[in-house]
């Protein structure tokens, strides 16, 4: 190849022949601070080439570093420079192969291969972004560079955690805790002492952002052969990180070491267990999912720009896989186009879904705390998450419809209005000083006072008012239960009903770690302080973005934070959860036709989640509007 100055001139794009050719940039062989260079060159997607597709955190747009480029034209190769981030550069830096190998390494690299100038050539590259990936020979996570060896030492004590995990629980869980006694601290890594460097090494491994990335997720999930990169250390085995992940969520790791909310809005943990969970079903058991579940699955992934949250599933949905194979999809999907605006596509998709799928678990995902705060209240805002949210929205041990009912949804579209049949529950009378979420964060001795002092507060505002003799449940005979089940939402650390029979194991268990949590800590012993942690774990995640209130007819609940004294707790045909709604101004009760709520979220009442409110004797069916 030609050598290459400063003053090369601008690259200038030739157009795409047809929607189905791309460009592959040949990387010339170089390390250190050799100059960065390749060619760029115009193949057909279905021409075998052979080429690695590139995904990387774009990070910061400001592009600082120089691509020096030969580009084909209509008559011979041209000499080009292109700009490209700091990111970029870094991750073909580490991709080039070094000298004395002349091996031109063959890459697809978005910001390089697109024409990022011209829009329509963007919207279709897009379009089509799932097949470049699926058809590349491998995909190339790149997840930063590896500075001064901590990235190498990382990914070795992760493999070490992962293969002593892989070994105990390949046994049975009660064979596994006899062994764990047995095993000396040299053979578990994880005894390593706190100040030991690897700590921090993972610690700051497991801190990047590149699985929080929508663009990456998708990336990640269309081919079966893919190459995890830090620096030029290759981790083939990319399972790792996630099991350490899920062992940090089981508390056999240090919990500091998966940043937490106040560190990491963006949830890094959580993205790195979903990208497990949907790799597993897309990739190595070929399960297709639509649209819906998809964005549901990817809600906790970020995007700069809020249109490409829909657009980056597009190509892994069922209904594309129909389209694309000539069979005629039972929803159509939208068009890419960044001329649209974010809301108008958010609206558009949300209807679809609900008209045609009638899936309610997008209201389940309807978070209160949008950024497109134009949007009507019942579409979901794609572009926001809440940490944590993944486990408040687990809903599938609730049948709050009862195990009969269907969902019955309308989308009026000329006033973008969602009108389901369902009931008005109740109305909320009072609510609780303050979040839930604040006094559960941690599991501190020194946060059991404060906690207890909390505790308290609700009893004296909100549990004194309630009856045990005339819980409306007919059930609850005492109302320290009524308390802990709401605060967990009846679901146990892990996922499970707590327990409705006061007998069972769970129940005895829950209620045990209950009182342990609002006892002094240094009164406990090792047993009763891991199951006051537990209970804190489990409040933690289901009712963080929570508030408890009561109701008019006495029941006690687990709001959204935004509900208020007035609100409506409904529950909607075909929904596990139920839900609060407040009217619309200038709306009245009286009139089914003219009532419009708006949609505040998910809610637990405790005694009617499983479908006490269908055979109660004020269930009235009704059309709930929601604008």
Not at 190 to 196: G, H, K, L, T, W
Not at 335 to 340: G, K, L
Request: glycine share 6%.
């Amino acid at each position: 190849m030609a050598t290459h100055n400063n003053t090369s001139k601008p690259c200038q794009f030739l157009p795409l022949p047809s929607t189905d050719f791309i460009r592959i940039l040949y990387l010339t062989p170089g390390s250190g601070s050799d100059q960065l260079s390749g060619s760029l060159f115009r193949v057909g997607l279905g021409a075998n080439a052979h080429y690695e597709a590139l995904s990387y955190e774009w990070g910061s747009p400001d592009k600082t570093r120089l691509l020096h480029l030969q580009v084909d034209s209509d008559d011979e190769p041209t000499t080009a420079v292109i700009r490209i981030t700091e990111s970029l550069y870094e991750a073909l830096c580490d991709l080039r192969c070094e000298p004395p190998d002349n091996t031109a390494r063959a890459v697809w690299a978005d910001a390089i291969c697109i024409n990022q100038d011209d829009a329509e050539e963007v919207a279709q590259q897009v379009s089509i972004m799932g097949q470049i990936y699926r058809t590349a020979s491998r995909v190339v996570t790149y997840i930063g560079p590896d500075r001064d060896g901590a990235g190498a030492l990382a990914v070795q004590f992760a493999q070490e955690l992962a293969n002593f995990d892989r070994r105990q629980y390949h046994k049975h869980p009660r064979m596994r805790k006899i062994l764990q006694r047995f095993t000396k601290p040299a053979d578990d890594p994880r005894q390593r002492p706190p100040s030991d460097s690897r700590w921090a090494a993972l610690r700051s491994l497991l801190s990047r952002g590149w699985p929080s990335r929508c663009w990456c997720a998708h990336e990640f999930l269309v081919n079966k052969n893919l190459l995890l990169m830090c620096g030029r250390v290759n981790i083939h085995d990319w399972s790792i990180l996630m099991t350490v992940v899920l062992m940090v969520f089981r508390r056999e790791l240090p919990a500091s070491l998966v940043p937490g909310a106040h560190e990491d809005p963006r949830g890094v943990g959580e993205c790195i267990q979903r990208l497990g969970e949907m790799r597993s079903s897309l990739v190595i058991y070929q399960l297709q999912s639509d649209l819906s579940s998809l964005l549901l699955k990817t809600h906790a992934f970020r995007a700069s720009d809020p249109r490409d949250k829909v657009y980056s599933v597009l190509g892994l949905a069922r209904e594309y896989q129909l389209h694309h194979n000539d069979h005629l999809a039972a929803m159509p999907l939208p068009e890419v186009s960044y001329t649209r605006s974010a809301e108008d596509l958010y609206i558009e998709v949300a209807s679809q879904i609900f008209e045609t799928c009638q899936d309610m678990r997008l209201l389940v995902h309807n978070l209160p705390i949008k950024t497109l705060t134009s949007l009507p209240s019942w579409v979901p805002d794609w572009s926001t998450w809440v940490y944590g949210t993944g486990a408040v929205v687990f809903d599938l041990i609730y049948n709050a419809c009862g195990p009969a009912t269907t969902p019955k949804l309308h989308v009026v579209r000329e006033r973008n209005m969602l009108q389901i049949v369902g009931c008005l529950v109740d109305r909320i009378n009072r609510v609780g000083s303050g979040p839930i979420g604040p006094h559960y964060r941690r599991t501190s001795p020194d946060d059991v006072a404060p906690r207890r002092k909390w505790l308290a507060s609700q009893q004296e505002e909100l549990v004194r008012f309630l009856s045990a003799d005339r819980y409306p449940d007919g059930k609850t005979q005492d109302l320290q239960t009524a308390l802990w089940k709401t605060l967990i939402g009846n679901m146990t650390f892990s996922g499970h009903a707590a327990g409705d029979d006061e007998d069972s194991r769970s129940y005895m268990e829950y209620r045990t770690c209950f009182d342990a949590h609002i006892e002094e800590f240094h009164h406990l012993d090792g047993k009763h302080r891991d199951m006051a942690n537990r209970f804190v774990d489990a409040v933690r995640r289901k009712s963080r973005s929570r508030r408890l209130a009561t109701t008019e007819r006495g029941y006690l609940a687990a709001v959204p934070e935004k509900a208020e004294v007035g609100d409506w707790v409904c529950m909607f045909h075909g929904a596990r959860n139920l839900f609060v709604v407040r009217e619309s101004i200038g709306s009245s009760t009286d009139s089914v036709e003219e009532d419009s709520f708006v949609f505040l979220g998910p809610a637990y009442v405790h005694g009617l989640m499983q479908g006490e409110v269908l055979e109660a004797e004020w269930y009235r069916e009704r059309t709930i509007s929601l604008a």
